[in-house]
């Protein structure tokens, strides 16, 4: 006797992955109102802005297939009114998809104009060049060149200033491991001294209650002697 397999309809199907693509815009959505926690630009954060990049890219073709399968659909397999309500609610969720896009490339414009400088410096030399003629142009843009070498020598002279910092840290952390490292030697050096010298404190303890043992017996022995000879001379003389 066969079993029977249950197979999931085009149309459940369809449903389910539209849940997991909706999910998944929760998440990028999530992840957009977390970048105002992070610095400005760094290491972290470029790592997480090219996850999120990531997480869009994979929403927009989840979206994709999503589109394209709803257009496969056999017409008869749903109504037309579920068919709007599953075209608006991809409209929508594209709609999300799209906003959170732009989000990021704001997000990523800020980031380079924090970097390179806002675009206000090219309405100022359109301004500076009104008016001037072609000789006097030449000698704007040459001007404007050597600005532009000296911000690029100073960026330079900042990295590698950044760089003699980073290497001098990065010896003092050595240094600093070395004398950890010195330090934990000495001191199991001197815990093992000690336990060395609290074996030969235990020996001679146990000698000293050993000598004192014998003291005493010796003394107990001269006193009953000595209790002896007056009992003696006591009932002699009596």
């Not at 539209?18 to 630009?41: I, Q, T, W």
């Not at 929508?92 to 990523?108: P, T, V």
Request: with cysteine; proline share 2%; charged share 30%.
């Amino acid at each position: 006797m066969g079993h029977k397999i249950d197979m999931a309809s085009p149309a459940d199907l369809w449903v389910k992955e539209y849940g997991e693509a909706s999910r998944l815009a929760d998440e990028v959505s999530k992840m957009l109102s977390e970048r105002g926690s992070l610095p400005p630009s760094g290491p972290e954060t470029q790592r997480f802005l090219s996850g999120l990049r990531r997480h869009i890219t994979i929403l927009g073709t989840r979206l994709g297939k999503l589109e394209a399968d709803l257009a496969s659909l056999p017409r008869k397999s749903i109504s037309d009114k579920e068919m709007h309500k599953r075209h608006e609610l991809l409209s929508n969720l594209r709609a999300r998809e799209k906003q959170m896009a732009s989000a990021l490339n704001m997000s990523y414009a800020a980031d380079r104009e924090d970097l390179l400088g806002s675009s206000k410096g090219t309405v100022d030399e359109v301004k500076r060049a009104a008016g001037l003629d072609n000789q006097g142009i030449v000698g704007l843009q040459r001007q404007i060149m050597r600005e532009q070498d000296e911000g690029l020598e100073k960026l330079e002279e900042t990295v590698y200033s950044t760089k003699h910092i980073a290497l001098a840290v990065n010896e003092e952390l050595n240094l600093h491991t070395r004398l950890i490292d010195t330090l934990d030697q000495r001191v199991e050096d001197t815990d093992s001294r000690l336990q060395r010298v609290q074996k030969r404190l235990a020996i001679l303890n146990k000698r000293n209650k050993a000598g004192c043992s014998c003291m005493c017996l010796v003394l107990s022995v001269l006193a009953i002697v000595i209790l002896a000879v007056i009992a003696w001379m006591l009932l002699k003389y009596l």
